[in-house]
């Protein structure tokens, strides 16, 4: 692959595009902002995970080598010249598009650009901040088809499965992240507390979700689909608070992003503008 598309990590990125065309489907807004409100996620989230590998070229000169600045395949001055440009080129676009987008977009440019140099190795608080990123990317798409109020129910969801991921992930290599320097919620206050608080945003998600369905936010359509994610996250809730080792810790953030997923396709599945169509 490419030195400057690997270090996008395009696969994190085309996912948090999945938002803003979600939301496109529940709308049923196919317009040309839709379509540079997704170019300018992918180009801020990519330059996002860009510059986290630059302030990272020295841990994964040891422990990821093979990534484009460790590996020489990209210097480190091209690496932060390459993301300062991205981000610019987004926001350029996001302001195109309109103000609002144009302010989120450059609040999330400096925030991700913050994460990566201090944040992420804080207690809580680079969970917070990947998770608070993850459900704006729903406001976002919301804002450019002018579902403000809907995305912002999204956006809560995405924000407590991916909390729920966040803290799962630290526990997978708790040891690792000490040798950084970082200051985890397991390595702060144990796998313990950090498996009950994981499996609190789980069950807190899993029991609130179908509240949308009699909101009127989806058809009934979103239920079943949506009864399958549930499942795997309460399933998963129960698997973490019973073991906390790192083998499960990995196979449960594996889980977790499966039933995000799952959960997605019944946000889409779900959408009034689907349910129309197939009425007619």
Not at 88 to 107: Q, T
Not at 165 to 175: A, G, Q, S
């Amino acid at each position: 692959m490419n030195p400057y598309l690997e270090i996008l990590r395009p696969g994190n990125a085309v996912m948090a595009v999945i938002a803003i065309f979600l939301m496109a489907i529940i709308s049923g807004k196919f317009t040309f902002e839709v379509l540079m409100a997704a170019v300018v996620v992918f180009l801020v989230t990519g330059a996002g995970n860009s510059i986290n590998d630059y302030f990272d070229h020295k841990i994964d000169a040891i422990n990821k080598p093979q990534r484009p600045i460790p590996s020489g395949r990209i210097s480190l001055k091209g690496a932060l010249v390459y993301s300062i440009s991205l981000f610019a080129v987004g926001i350029i676009i996001a302001f195109a598009i309109n103000l609002l987008l144009g302010i989120i977009a450059l609040s999330s440019s400096l925030l991700m650009i913050y994460y990566a140099q201090d944040l992420k190795t804080k207690c809580l608080i680079g969970n917070l901040s990947i998770s608070f990123l993850t459900g704006l990317c729903f406001v976002f798409g919301g804002i450019a088809v002018e579902q403000i109020a809907v995305s912002i129910y999204l956006g809560f969801y995405a924000f407590l499965m991916t909390m729920a991921r966040e803290i799962v992930k630290d526990m997978e290599d708790p040891e690792g992240d000490k040798e950084e320097g970082a200051t985890t919620l397991p390595i702060v206050y144990g796998n313990r507390i950090s498996s009950l608080l994981a499996a609190l945003f789980m069950i807190i998600a899993s029991v609130t979700s179908p509240i949308l369905y009699f909101m009127g936010v989806f058809s009934v359509f979103y239920l079943p689909v949506l009864f399958l994610a549930i499942v795997i996250f309460l399933y998963s809730a129960m698997s973490i608070l019973k073991d906390q080792s790192m083998e499960n810790s990995g196979k449960i953030s594996k889980r977790i992003k499966l039933g995000m997923a799952i959960t997605f396709v019944a946000f889409a599945v779900g959408s009034p503008f689907l349910w129309s169509l197939l009425v007619k």
